[in-house]
Structure formats: structure tokens, C-alpha cells
């Protein structure tokens, strides 16, 4: 069986434009305000204006693998899991205003600081096939968007595992309800939230993450960063209350068509 590098490279990966948007070009943007406000039933937003400048769409990136279907109604996805604190905020806008899509579902995945996914025994595609899978949830779950457009999830800055670089999967799905799940509705869009160089290289090389031994893929060297494009670096600020353990706050904006349902892009 091949490990996950070796298909990577042996893979060809269309890029198909629809999903979320960030430009490219564009410098981050500041972090967004976070709401408690309860979820409300999935709406859309439109305007028959227009779009702006650099309202544009985002690639639509692979789910990849570990995709588990039900994911958790709930904000706080650690489970105890070890590594630095990372409050991740997904800010949701719509075409064709660039304007926040309120009531839709950011479903967010992603491994842990081992490079271990939950629902799956190991961090690699060999191990995995080889072990077998697990009735495990942590680093899992769904929220729905506030009146800003924005989901937040308490977490972990994830880890690495082999042949890709540090990132976060997600979905926004809109036209259904949230109960104990997310139930209905259609996915408007796939993507994946990627993280700085430098700061990567500094939280990956303390703590829970060391015990994790090899060489890892760089956000150049990832075939599927490439697809997607420097805007799709998460926005991070260092974040530190009182005597809690230094962290961050991520934002990750992104652009969709809340009408549309693109097609699946390739698994690598």
C-alpha cells in the first residue's frame, strides 16, 4: 500500500472553482467577534447587486479520508485531546455581496497533535487500513453560523501526519437544521484551512507535538495548499488569560454560493 506522499505525488488534483473565498493576493484580514448567540434555522443571504472586488469563490479542496458523517453539535471539539489552545473561527460570507451567510453549518475535522485522527487507528494511510477504525469523536464537530457569518470551535492547533501539511478540513452546509447533529440540507462547499510557516514551526516543536518523530510536508511542498493559495492561511493571534496555557485565536474566511452544490473534488 502506498503511504499517503507517495499518492499525493502520484495523483493529479483538479481545481474546481466553487465553495468559499479568499483571494490569493489578499493580506489577512483581522479576527472577527465571536457570538453566543444560539443557533438559528439555516437562512441565506443574497443581493442582486454585483460582487465586489475580489468577491470571488475559493477552490473546492479534497475531504480527504477521514471524513466521519454526523458530526457533533457542539463548539468545544477537544475532548482533552493535548496541545496548544486554538479558538478556530470560520467566518462564512456569500456571493454575490460578500455579505455574512447567517444559519449555515461549518462541520470542522482535523488530527491531533500525533497526527491521529479520531474514528481511526494510526497516522498514516498504511496504519490505518492496517488497524482498522475506532467509535471515537475528538476533534470533530458542527456549528452554525452567527449574524457575523461566524462559527467558532474551541480546539487544538492540529499536528501533521504523513505527506501533508498542517490544516483544518471543513464543510459549510446550509438548508437544514442542527439537532444533536446536522441533519438535511446540501454541501455548498469543502475546504481546507491552512496555517503560517513560521508559527506552525514554532508550536510543532514543543510540548504534546514533539513526541511526533519524521519529516514533515511543508505548506509548499503540499500539492493541495497549492490549489488553494496563500489566502487560505488562517489569520492567528497569540491569545493568553491569566495563568491558561499560551494560544491562539484563528479566523478563516471564506466565500460561498449558498445555492450551489459543487461537485466533489478529488480524494488527493
Known sequence: MLSRRGLLAGS??????????????????????????????????????????????????????????????????????PGTPLEFRVRVLALPGCTPLTGAAVDVWHCDAGGEYSGFNGNSLEATAAQGRNDRRFLRGVQVTDADGIASFTTIFPGWYEGRTVHIHLKVHDGGSLGSTYDGGHVAHVGQAFFDEAITADVLGSGAYTAHTGTRTTNDEDSIFRQAGSGAITTMEPKRAGGEQPGFVGEFTCMVDPSATPPPAPLF
Open 12 to 81: 493529479t488534483v483538479g481545481l474546481i472553482l466553487s465553495g468559499c473565498s479568499t483571494d490569493d493576493a489578499a493580506a489577512p484580514t483581522t479576527t472577527g467577534r465571536r457570538s453566543d448567540a444560539a443557533p438559528s434555522e439555516p437562512t441565506t443571504t443574497s443581493r442582486a447587486t454585483p460582487p465586489l472586488p475580489g468577491c470571488v469563490l475559493t477552490p473546492e479542496l479534497t475531504a480527504g479520508p477521514y471524513y466521519l458523517d454526523g458530526p457533533l453539535a457542539r463548539s468545544d471539539i477537544t475532548e482533552g485531546r
